[in-house]
């Protein structure tokens, strides 16, 4: 079966652009992920979506960034304005509840130039 | 603020022999552990996990130990195989909570022939 999926696999893109990273999850999982690890640096937390409640989005670093989620599937990652200090690999996974293991994709890499 | 500390960044160990790896954590409140691995330019995969009703899971050669009044836990793999060179992730949460796991900034495992 497919795994989650994440498109694109590597963007760069200039400093102050906006940029939408895309992530499709397992079929059938309703909690999504959105981490991000910057170099040298561990998974730092950004944002959760379950099922159809409101999405925790405690992580999230600033208001430049935001994420959806329709129809309970795909999500995007809409960073505004990027910064260099937004440069980095983000990570989406899913899960089929949110006490499961977590199943990443193979990430973004985000260059801002 | 790093609530899950890998303090050692690189670890490298012969073929054949056990390799341990550590995590320290300061949230008394985290009572969910699991081990992510990760291969370059892939996300992190599940390997094993432990609730705090436990201190010791196995999983053929891997073995997590949890030793709560320390804080503390390990990755065992015996015997380590080439294979197994990977990046290693130790992450936590309050399990009620689920999600929003913290990540320790992993530790890079070489297994040598």
């Keep these: 079966g497919a795994g989650v999926s994440q498109s694109p696999s590597n963007k760069v893109t200039e400093k102050g652009k906006d940029v939408e990273l895309r992530c499709d999850p397992i079929s059938g ?4 992920y959105w981490y991000r690890q910057s170099l040298g ?15 925790d989005k405690s992580g999230l670093p600033s208001d430049r960034f935001s994420a959806e989620r329709t129809g309970g599937s795909v999500s995007t990652l809409t960073i505004q ?10 990570l989406c ?12 994709g193979n ?4 260059t801002v130039t | 603020d790093q609530q899950v500390k890998q303090n050692s960044p690189s670890l490298s160990v012969q073929e054949g022999r056990i390799s341990i790896l550590n995590c320290d954590y300061t949230n008394s409140m985290f009572d969910y ?12 995969t599940f390997l094993i996990s432990i609730s705090s009703i436990k201190d010791k899971n196995e999983d053929g050669r891997f073995t997590v ?16 195989q080439p294979g197994d060179s990977a990046v290693y992730f130790c992450a936590a949460s309050p399990r009620n909570s689920g999600y929003a796991l913290n990540f320790g900034k992993g530790t890079s495992l070489l297994v040598t022939p």
């Design chain 1, 107 to 110: 990430g973004t890499r985000l």
């Design chain 2, 65 to 80: 130990f949890l030793n709560k009044s320390a804080k503390h836990l390990s990755l065992h793999i015996v015997p380590s």
């Design chain 1, 81 to 90: 304005r990027t910064q260099q200090e937004d440069s980095a690999v983000y």
């Design chain 1, 41 to 55: 640096q561990g998974l730092e937390f950004l944002i959760y979506f379950q099922g159809n409640s409101a999405p």
């Design chain 2, 33 to 44: 552990f699991l081990w992510y691995k990760k291969y370059p330019a892939e996300g992190p």
């Design chain 1, 29 to 32: 999982h309703t909690a999504l």
């Design chain 1, 93 to 104: 996974a899913s899960s089929g509840t949110h006490q499961s293991p977590l199943h990443f």
